[in-house]
């Protein structure tokens, strides 16, 4: 009877364990492009990266930011893929898009056009506060590969978050690098208008 009882409560201890192991499983969670399409398509060649990211918050996990000058790691939320190669992924999907191009790859990726613009990202400022606020700050360059003309810029910016989710928080990041790709599409045309007009002419 005693032997009964005793492997009754371990098949229940075990029970207990695979509940708890079951409510505590890992989600895993992807940034995504937000910019609208343009009409006019281009042929531009783009390659975006690298991006670096401050070291707090460039691991799998989820980084929080709870209260100021202080973290917490969540090891149950965790990036799908490394968040350097997930911010590099969207900025050039946004590319893509804000600028008409199919020819936009990710760094080191190679593409069957040689790049005409290279995009280089410093992200200074990835703060998260679930059902308050996130941040984004970053520096970042453009440079042409065919003159070496550059052109670099900073980009800062903050979105509320007013549900206490992380599907919330993830959301208001990817908004914001729809704002940091619209500054780079920006840079990208100037550069762009700046060598046509310094093209030569060709006489017939």
Not at 133 to 162: C, F, H, N, Y
């Amino acid at each position: 009877m005693m032997k009964k009882f005793t492997l009754v409560m371990i098949l229940c201890a075990l029970a207990v364990l695979t509940v708890g192991c079951a409510s505590t499983s890992t989600r895993l969670y992807t940034l995504s492009p937000t910019a609208k399409p343009v009409s006019e398509p281009s042929i531009l060649a783009i390659t975006v990266g690298p991006v670096s990211l401050p070291a707090a918050v460039d691991r799998p996990q989820l980084v929080l930011s709870p209260a100021p000058n202080q973290v917490s790691i969540d090891e149950f939320n965790r990036w799908a893929s490394p968040l350097k190669s997930d911010i590099a992924r969207v900025v050039a999907e946004n590319l893509s898009l804000l600028l008409g191009s199919p020819y936009v790859s990710v760094f080191p990726q190679s593409v069957s056009v040689s790049p005409s613009y290279r995009v280089v990202i410093d992200v200074m400022r990835f703060e998260s506060v679930p059902g308050e606020m996130a941040k984004l700050g970053a520096i970042w360059s453009v440079r042409s590969t065919a003159d070496g003309q550059s052109q670099g810029g900073g980009t800062t910016l903050a979105e509320p978050v007013r549900e206490n989710s992380y599907t919330a928080l993830i959301a208001a990041h990817s908004r914001m690098l729809g704002g940091l790709s619209s500054d780079i599409a920006a840079a990208i045309r100037t550069l762009a208008a700046a060598g046509k007009k310094g093209s030569p002419e060709v006489v017939k």
